[in-house]
T-cell receptor
Framework: AQSVAQPEDQVNVAEGNPLTVKCTYSVSGNPYLFWYVQYPNRGLQFLLKYITGDNLVKGSYGFEAEFNKSQTSFHLKKPSALVSDSALYFCAVRPPGGGNKLTFGTGTQLKVEL | GAVVSQHPSWVICKSGTSVKIECRSLDFQATTMFWYRQFPKQSLMLMATSNEGSKATYEQGVEKDKFLINHASLTLSTLTVTSAHPEDSSFYIC????????????FGPGTRLTVL
C-alpha cells in the first residue's frame, strides 16, 4: 500500500526567505505526486503535480517541487515566501495504475511572518 | 476552469436527522467524484469513490448505509448522512476528476456539518 509522510507539523519562515515543506512517499512503481494547499475552512487547491519528465516541477503561485527518486521525496519549495502563503499544505500520492485515488500526508502548517 | 462547488457550505442539524450535501462540477464532466472527511487539524480521509451511474466504492470502515452516495449525472454527486449523530460532525470535502487523461482532482470548498 502507498503512503505519504510529511515529517513537519509546522514550518515557520520569515517573509522573503526561501521555504521548504518536506514530503516523502512509499509506493510501488513510479508514483504520481501532488501538492495541494488549504486555507481555513476551504477545500484544497491544486498547486502542482509530477507525473513524468523533468524532476523539477513548477506550479501555481511561484511554488515548485523536486522529485527525487533515490530519496523517495517530493519537497515543496518557494524561493521567497509571502505572508499570504501561510496555509496548510498537503502532499499526496497516486500509484500508477491505481485509478484516481489519492493518499494524503498529514499536512504541514506553513506560517510566514513579517 | 475545473470548478467544483458544494452546497451547503455549512449546516447545523439535530441528532437523528439526515443531511444531504451536494457536489457539482460546474464547467466539466466528472467521471469520478470522491468524498472525503476531515477532522480538525488532520488530513483528508477518503470515504468513498463515486462513478456516474454505478454504486459507490466505500473505504474500509465507512458505513455505506450511513453515508449514502448518489452520482446520478456527470456533474452531480450527493452525500447523505443518515441519522446523524454528534460524532458525524466534521468537514466534508468532495473532489472531481475530469478523466480523459487528466489526473488531478479538483476539490470543492467543503461543507461544515455540526450535529447537535
Amino acid at each position: 500500500a502507498q503512503s505519504v509522510a510529511q515529517p513537519e507539523d509546522q514550518v515557520n519562515v520569515a517573509e522573503g526567505n526561501p521555504l521548504t515543506v518536506k514530503c516523502t512517499y512509499s509506493v510501488s512503481g513510479n508514483p504520481y505526486l501532488f501538492w495541494y494547499v488549504q486555507y481555513p475552512n476551504r477545500g484544497l487547491q491544486f498547486l502542482l503535480k509530477y507525473i513524468t519528465g523533468d524532476n523539477l516541477v513548477k506550479g501555481s503561485y511561484g511554488f515548485e517541487a523536486e522529485f527525487n527518486k533515490s530519496q523517495t521525496s517530493f519537497h515543496l519549495k518557494k524561493p521567497s515566501a509571502l505572508v499570504s502563503d501561510s496555509a496548510l499544505y498537503f502532499c499526496a500520492v497516486r500509484p500508477p495504475g491505481g485509478g484516481n485515488k489519492l493518499t494524503f500526508g498529514t499536512g504541514t502548517q506553513l506560517k510566514v511572518e513579517l | 476552469g475545473a470548478v467544483v462547488s458544494q452546497h451547503p457550505s455549512w449546516v447545523i442539524c439535530k441528532s437523528g436527522t439526515s443531511v444531504k450535501i451536494e457536489c457539482r462540477s460546474l464547467d466539466f464532466q466528472a467521471t469520478t467524484m470522491f468524498w472525503y472527511r476531515q477532522f480538525p487539524k488532520q488530513s483528508l480521509m477518503l470515504m468513498a469513490t463515486s462513478n456516474e451511474g454505478s454504486k459507490a466504492t466505500y473505504e474500509q470502515g465507512v458505513e455505506k448505509d450511513k453515508f449514502l452516495i448518489n452520482h446520478a449525472s456527470l456533474t452531480l454527486s450527493t452525500l447523505t448522512v443518515t441519522s446523524a449523530h454528534p460524532e458525524d460532525s466534521s468537514f466534508y470535502i468532495c473532489s472531481a476528476t475530469p478523466g480523459q487523461g487528466r489526473n488531478e482532482q479538483f476539490f470543492g470548498p467543503g461543507t461544515r456539518l455540526t450535529v447537535l
